[in-house]
């Protein structure tokens, strides 16, 4: 196995790689894997120094978390945390985010992964009053009493969202959209997470594969990847797909990034590049649907820190094509 640089996980206290593997495409959102190509992928994660699986309950309904409970049976070799995610399962209303709900997403949790113990439960994009609420803090607070989980995060929409959920004590790490079209956060929410010892997860880091430099405007995706069905935020919250942003502007903006790809980088390692080296990131988790794909991603670990002039060249691109567009919004 390749070693890859590790940071500590916020309040979790374990430490994961810089780059992990994001299991969503796992599950067939993103067009149907079979099981033996999922093995493949992670099987490439692992062997170049990856040491952190993200998932959710709902990934496939299920099936990502079961395919990485199958694959983990068979390597005790490989050291992962594996963090998942509950709450979508339900409607999305406050009230269903009680300790009975969280028992049930659990106990199913438990079973697709095989483990008595969940590494990482992060609550799945909520909505924005059970950041807020007492009780469930409380019945989080529960699950750890109760040996169901080890440590419990947030995965959160907004900046003011990750900031209320940093200010809690319990929680271990915050996961965000964070890439060089998703600058917002660098403003407060990554000081205020770095100076409570959160961790902070960055995900849609490519955003959706825009930063990847591989698409045109007339790439046409299948009628089952959710960069065809969701680009208006029709299924789920629109800043999952594209990070929100116009698919012709993004096509734009991302020709201009390919052009920052430092000699012998991809303009996807180069943007995975630039989010290890912000201040507070613990980790990035970008999903791969190839063994080539899980590689190149960790390889990206590896790659000299991007210079001041590129750094203020995303900056530039940032504000001239994409803030007008969205920034407010975020």
């Known amino acids: 196995m390749i070693l890859m640089e590790q940071r500590t996980l916020g309040r979790t206290g374990r430490d994961v790689s810089v780059v992990g593997q ?22 490439a994660a692992v062997d170049s120094g990856v040491t952190f699986f993200d998932t959710a309950d709902v990934y496939g309904d299920g099936r990502s978390e079961q395919l990485i409970g199958r694959y983990l049976k068979n390597r005790p070799d490989a050291d992962i945390l594996v963090a998942t995610k509950m709450g979508r399962r339900a409607d999305q209303l406050p009230e269903n985010y009680v300790l009975d709900n969280f028992r049930t997403w659990n106990d199913r949790s438990r079973a697709n992964l095989g483990t008595d113990t969940l590494d990482l439960v992060q609550l799945h994009c909520p909505p924005t009053a059970v950041y807020s609420s007492d009780a469930v803090y409380d019945a989080l607070d529960t699950l750890v009493d109760e040996e169901r989980i080890a440590a419990y995060a947030v995965s959160v929409e907004t900046c003011a969202e990750a900031l209320t959920a940093i ?5 271990a790490s915050v996961q965000i959209i964070l890439n060089p079209f998703r600058l917002k956060p660098l403003d407060e929410v990554l000081p205020a997470a770095a100076a409570a010892g959160v961790g ?17 405007k007339d790439t ?3 009628p089952d990847d959710h960069r065809t069905y969701n680009r208006h935020g029709e299924a789920f919250d629109q800043g999952e797909t594209f990070s929100g942003i116009d698919y012709a502007t993004g096509i734009a903006a991302a020709a201009e990034f390919a052009a920052l790809a430092p000699e012998g980088a991809t303009p ?3 943007a995975l590049r630039w989010i290890i080296q912000q201040p507070g990131v613990t980790s990035v988790i970008p999903g791969a649907r190839s063994v080539e794909q899980a590689r190149a991603n960790a390889a990206a670990a590896s790659l000299p820190p991007l210079p001041q002039s590129t750094l203020d060249a995303v900056r530039e691109l940032y504000d001239r094509s994409i803030r007008p567009e969205v920034h407010d919004r975020w």
């Open 22 to 43: 994001g299991t969503w495409q796992l599950g067939g959102d993103w067009g149907e894997v079979e099981e033996k190509d999922a093995f493949d992928v992670l099987d």
């Open 167 to 171: 200010a809690r004590p319990g929680v």
């Open 200 to 216: 902070i997860i960055a995900r849609v880091p490519l955003a959706s594969g825009l930063l990847s430099g591989k698409y045109t």
């Open 220 to 222: 046409v995706f299948g």
């Open 268 to 270: 996807a390692q180069t």
